[in-house]
């Protein structure tokens, strides 16, 4: 078309060279579009997946010295939860706010205590509530809190003292000085626990609710400890304590019943000559940190024997770079920073199991070390008044690739699993975000819906485009297409509410269809031969198959209602009981099977469409000549026909399955949307793209599990775009080796 001279033609030939040349730019520009969506929707996708895999950072954003700050012994030194405002208790100075950023003087708090402050202990992982015992043994709690104020025209903080339990002090250790001070708090009141002069565990618990006064002991309770007592810790939720000395030796008290503690485990964790340099509890109070002098950092957590005893076991551990000076653990996260002797910091996540960053030495000493609640910075002492402020990039520490597609071992299981588990109504619930079940999920709905649909589509289209009569085959192919409009919401709907409760009652019978549907077509197709031809001949050539939708509703009217009777032969009047107890299959209601036949009806257009017009579009030639040289017509479609058509068969077969695996209004509401890795067709799943469409409108923004929402959404474009590929080169390929047929 390019050498058309257009001034040598007539005004129709130009007119229709136009017309052309117009069609090949808009074929090519709507090619083009077609890409470039695709390529911006992948960009757009790795644009928000990208930051969960930025690494972490530590960079020092202030350094200041004031005189203020170190007038006396600093005991606790804390920093607002964005990082704003530091504070210190101190010996015998006020409670004192600061900026953190240079160091000046916001406001001082005198504290009602007649002695000098001997130990702070914060009550909880925020940082917003501390008891402060004196050196004549007397103990209050004191809150610390912001009020967010705009009087000047910015946003400023305004630093707040209160008294959550009164301003009356209560005596703790009568018996002498308490060592390892802990207290902790739950929704009835304060639990105390220290070491007396007599190596005893000592627990007291105060019933008192926020904002009463703190009363009477209600429980006074003391354990002789065997082994000398290095560190004594409470969890979070005031349930366990335990002591532990530095060659490993570790005692665990059961506390939920104040009344009747109960020792659960008296083991030793380590083996001669290692002994522990720091132990922590991680957020949540149920596994134990422990720092060591071989320089490993361990995991330990509680669990429950088969026996019925408890053990603490260890599900991870990581190498350190040297001798462990300070262990904090984060307040909202499963992270923690590991300062080393050299004040190098190495900051972890216990369920991504990496190391996220190791820095070279921060500073040549810290007295006191802050981290926010965020996690986001931090504060450290590093001679008396003088601070450094550090910030910590760390958004998403919970998203390593071991996390993503490797078991895990989470608190509370007996061994590494595979688990997706976004959420929780505890703030101190471990994240599990394992893709490995919904990608399995996702190729198990695929991969059923796939055995319903194929045979039946390609079968069904083979037979429409070879043997069936044109009249009849103008019914029957649009009618199989218009399926395809049908929206797959009331196909989940009806496998929902209608299909899976009706398998439930009648598995038998769906299960013999299998059997007598193929027995009664075999059996009506020899009586079919046997008829007088009078009575054949009454039937015109390649309406036959009309007489198969008669005989078919008879096969499952029969099936069912012969169903119940061979399941009360066979299966002892109840299948899904005899299968759980003689071959250990449980049966969900909303299973694979019921997303099987429901999905397979959504991609049986699909595939049945595009393989009959791959076989109808066979050459007839091809199939005269074959016929001419004496083959049968079974003959001709086994070894011409389906060969000619395979390209576009295997194209039918691929468009099919990737459609079944971007499914998900079907699998959202018939699957049951159980993340679990049983490929039992009993079983239900959960698909990525259902988990998308449950959790994505939930999700916070830019947090862990929005991004990996999104990743789980680039994962499900890339397996398809792979599939897609795949299709199209065995397609190439097929095309090109039978072309010549």
Same mark, same amino acid.
């Given at each position: 078309?390019?050498?058309?001279?257009?001034?040598?033609?007539?005004?129709?030939?130009?007119?229709?060279?136009?017309?052309?040349?117009?069609?090949?730019?808009?074929?090519?520009?709507?090619?083009?579009?077609?890409?470039?969506?695709?390529?911006?929707?992948?960009?757009?996708?790795?644009?928000?997946?990208?930051?969960?895999?930025?690494?972490?950072?530590?960079?020092?954003?202030?350094?200041?010295?004031?005189?203020?700050?170190?007038?006396?012994?600093?005991?606790?030194?804390?920093?607002?939860?964005?990082?704003?405002?530091?504070?210190?208790?101190?010996?015998?100075?006020?409670?004192?706010?600061?900026?953190?950023?240079?160091?000046?003087?916001?406001?001082?708090?005198?504290?009602?205590?007649?002695?000098?402050?001997?130990?702070?202990?914060?009550?909880?992982?925020?940082?917003?509530?501390?008891?402060?015992?004196?050196?004549?043994?007397?103990?209050?709690?004191?809150?610390?809190?912001?009020?967010?104020?705009?009087?000047?025209?910015?946003?400023?903080?305004?630093?707040?003292?209160?008294?959550?339990?009164?301003?009356?002090?209560?005596?703790?250790?009568?018996?002498?000085?308490?060592?390892?001070?802990?207290?902790?708090?739950?929704?009835?009141?304060?639990?105390?626990?220290?070491?007396?002069?007599?190596?005893?565990?000592?627990?007291?618990?105060?019933?008192?609710?926020?904002?009463?006064?703190?009363?009477?002991?209600?429980?006074?309770?003391?354990?002789?400890?065997?082994?000398?007592?290095?560190?004594?810790?409470?969890?979070?939720?005031?349930?366990?304590?335990?002591?532990?000395?530095?060659?490993?030796?570790?005692?665990?008290?059961?506390?939920?019943?104040?009344?009747?503690?109960?020792?659960?485990?008296?083991?030793?964790?380590?083996?001669?000559?290692?002994?522990?340099?720091?132990?922590?509890?991680?957020?949540?109070?149920?596994?134990?940190?422990?720092?060591?002098?071989?320089?490993?950092?361990?995991?330990?957590?509680?669990?429950?024997?088969?026996?019925?005893?408890?053990?603490?076991?260890?599900?991870?551990?990581?190498?350190?770079?040297?001798?462990?000076?300070?262990?904090?653990?984060?307040?909202?996260?499963?992270?923690?920073?590991?300062?080393?002797?050299?004040?190098?910091?190495?900051?972890?996540?216990?369920?991504?199991?990496?190391?996220?960053?190791?820095?070279?030495?921060?500073?040549?000493?810290?007295?006191?070390?802050?981290?926010?609640?965020?996690?986001?910075?931090?504060?450290?002492?590093?001679?008396?008044?003088?601070?450094?402020?550090?910030?910590?990039?760390?958004?998403?520490?919970?998203?390593?690739?071991?996390?993503?597609?490797?078991?895990?071992?989470?608190?509370?299981?007996?061994?590494?699993?595979?688990?997706?588990?976004?959420?929780?109504?505890?703030?101190?619930?471990?994240?599990?975000?394992?893709?490995?079940?919904?990608?399995?999920?996702?190729?198990?709905?695929?991969?059923?819906?796939?055995?319903?649909?194929?045979?039946?589509?390609?079968?069904?289209?083979?037979?429409?485009?070879? =043997? !069936?009569? @044109?009249?009849? &085959? #103008?019914? %029957?192919?649009? /009618?199989? +297409?218009?399926?395809?409009?049908? *929206?797959?919401?009331?196909?989940?709907?009806?496998?929902?509410?209608?299909?899976?409760?009706?398998?439930?009652?009648?598995?038998?019978?769906?299960?013999?269809?299998?059997?007598?549907?193929?027995?009664?077509?075999?059996?009506?197709?020899?009586?079919?031969? =046997? !008829?007088? @031809?009078?009575? &054949? #001949?009454? %039937?015109?050539? /390649?309406? +036959?198959?009309?007489?198969?939708? *008669?005989?078919?509703?008879?096969?499952?009217?029969?099936?069912?209602?012969?169903?119940?009777?061979?399941?009360?032969?066979?299966?002892?009047?109840?299948?899904?009981?005899?299968?759980?107890?003689?071959?250990?299959?449980?049966?969900?209601?909303?299973?694979?099977?019921?997303?099987?036949?429901?999905?397979?009806?959504?991609?049986?257009?699909?595939?049945?469409?595009?393989?009959?017009?791959?076989?109808?579009?066979?050459?007839?030639?091809?199939?005269?000549?074959?016929?001419?040289?004496?083959?049968?017509?079974?003959?001709?479609?086994?070894?011409?026909?389906?060969?000619?058509?395979?390209?576009?068969?295997?194209?039918?077969?691929?468009?099919?399955?990737?459609?079944?695996?971007?499914?998900?209004?079907?699998?959202?509401?018939?699957?049951?949307?159980?993340?679990?890795?049983?490929?039992?067709?009993?079983?239900?799943?959960?698909?990525?793209?259902?988990?998308?469409?449950?959790?994505?409108?939930?999700?916070?923004?830019?947090?862990?599990?929005?991004?990996?929402?999104?990743?789980?959404?680039?994962?499900?474009?890339?397996?398809?775009?792979?599939?897609?590929?795949?299709?199209?080169?065995?397609?190439?390929?097929?095309?090109?080796?039978?072309?010549?047929?």
């Amino acid at each position: 078309m390019s050498d058309f001279n257009l001034y040598q033609t007539t005004p129709r030939q130009r007119q229709r060279a136009v017309v052309d040349r117009l069609a090949r730019w808009g074929v090519e520009l709507g090619g083009l579009s077609v890409i470039l969506a695709i390529v911006l929707i992948f960009a757009f996708l790795l644009s928000v997946v990208l930051p969960i895999f930025v690494p972490a950072s530590v960079d020092r954003v202030a350094e200041f010295s004031q005189s203020s700050l170190a007038q006396s012994q600093t005991k606790y030194l804390g920093i607002s939860e964005n990082g704003e405002i530091g504070f210190r208790f101190s010996q015998q100075e006020p409670l004192q706010f600061f900026y953190s950023h240079d160091g000046s003087l916001i406001k001082s708090f005198e504290l009602p205590f007649d002695g000098r402050l001997k130990r702070v202990v914060p009550v909880d992982k925020e940082g917003h509530i501390f008891a402060l015992l004196d050196e004549t043994n007397h103990l209050i709690l004191v809150e610390v809190s912001y009020l967010v104020s705009f009087e000047s025209g910015e946003r400023e903080l305004i630093p707040r003292v209160g008294f959550p339990y009164g301003e009356e002090s209560i005596e703790i250790g009568a018996l002498g000085d308490p060592q390892f001070l802990n207290v902790e708090r739950d929704e009835e009141g304060l639990a105390f626990v220290y070491l007396n002069i007599a190596n005893e565990l000592q627990l007291e618990y105060y019933p008192a609710e926020e904002g009463d006064e703190i009363g009477e002991v209600d429980s006074d309770y003391n354990l002789e400890v065997s082994f000398p007592v290095d560190y004594l810790l409470v969890n979070d939720t005031a349930e366990l304590v335990l002591a532990l000395s530095k060659q490993g030796e570790l005692l665990v008290l059961d506390i939920k019943d104040k009344d009747d503690p109960e020792v659960l485990v008296n083991q030793s964790l380590l083996v001669e000559p290692v002994t522990v340099q720091n132990a922590e509890f991680l957020v949540g109070g149920s596994s134990l940190i422990l720092a060591t002098s071989d320089h490993v950092l361990t995991q330990w957590t509680l669990q429950r024997k088969e026996q019925g005893d408890y053990r603490m076991v260890s599900p991870r551990s990581f190498d350190l770079p040297g001798d462990s000076s300070a262990l904090i653990t984060e307040a909202r996260r499963k992270g923690l920073l590991v300062f080393s002797a050299k004040q190098e910091l190495t900051i972890l996540h216990t369920t991504g199991q990496k190391e996220l960053i190791t820095t070279g030495p921060l500073f040549d000493r810290a007295d006191n070390i802050a981290l926010s609640s965020r996690s986001d910075a931090f504060l450290a002492e590093v001679n008396p008044g003088e601070y450094r402020l550090f910030d910590i990039d760390n958004e998403h520490p919970e998203v390593t690739w071991h996390g993503l597609w490797q078991k895990v071992w989470y608190e509370g299981y007996h061994s590494e699993e595979y688990v997706w588990q976004s959420s929780s109504a505890d703030d101190d619930f471990e994240p599990k975000f394992s893709l490995v079940p919904l990608t399995f999920g996702t190729m198990k709905a695929a991969f059923y819906a796939m055995l319903v649909a194929m045979p039946i589509a390609i079968m069904g289209a083979i037979y429409t485009a070879y =043997f !069936m009569t @044109p009249m009849m &085959r #103008n019914w %029957v192919k649009p /009618g199989i +297409e218009i399926m395809e409009a049908l *929206p797959t919401v009331i196909l989940g709907f009806l496998a929902g509410l209608w299909l899976a409760p009706t398998l439930e009652n009648h598995l038998v019978a769906v299960f013999s269809l299998i059997i007598v549907i193929p027995l009664s077509f075999l059996i009506t197709a020899l009586a079919w031969q =046997f !008829m007088p @031809p009078s009575i &054949r #001949n009454l %039937v015109p050539t /390649g309406w +036959e198959a009309a007489m198969l939708m *008669p005989v078919t509703v008879v096969a499952v009217l029969l099936s069912f209602e012969v169903g119940p009777l061979l399941e009360s032969v066979l299966f002892s009047g109840n299948i899904q009981l005899w299968l759980q107890e003689n071959m250990g299959i449980s049966y969900d209601q909303r299973n694979s099977l019921v997303v099987g036949i429901a999905m397979g009806l959504a991609v049986i257009p699909t595939i049945f469409s595009i393989t009959e017009d791959a076989v109808y579009s066979v050459p007839h030639h091809l199939t005269e000549g074959s016929l001419a040289l004496g083959a049968t017509p079974w003959q001709t479609l086994t070894k011409v026909v389906i060969l000619t058509a395979s390209p576009g068969i295997f194209s039918a077969v691929m468009i099919g399955l990737g459609r079944a695996i971007g499914e998900t209004m079907i699998v959202l509401m018939a699957t049951g949307n159980t993340p679990v890795m049983d490929f039992s067709v009993f079983q239900g799943m959960r698909t990525l793209s259902a988990n998308i469409a449950v959790e994505l409108p939930e999700s916070e923004v830019d947090s862990s599990h929005y991004r990996i929402l999104f990743l789980a959404a680039l994962v499900l474009f890339a397996a398809t775009f792979v599939f897609n590929t795949a299709a199209e080169t065995v397609r190439q390929r097929l095309r090109a080796r039978y072309s010549n047929l």
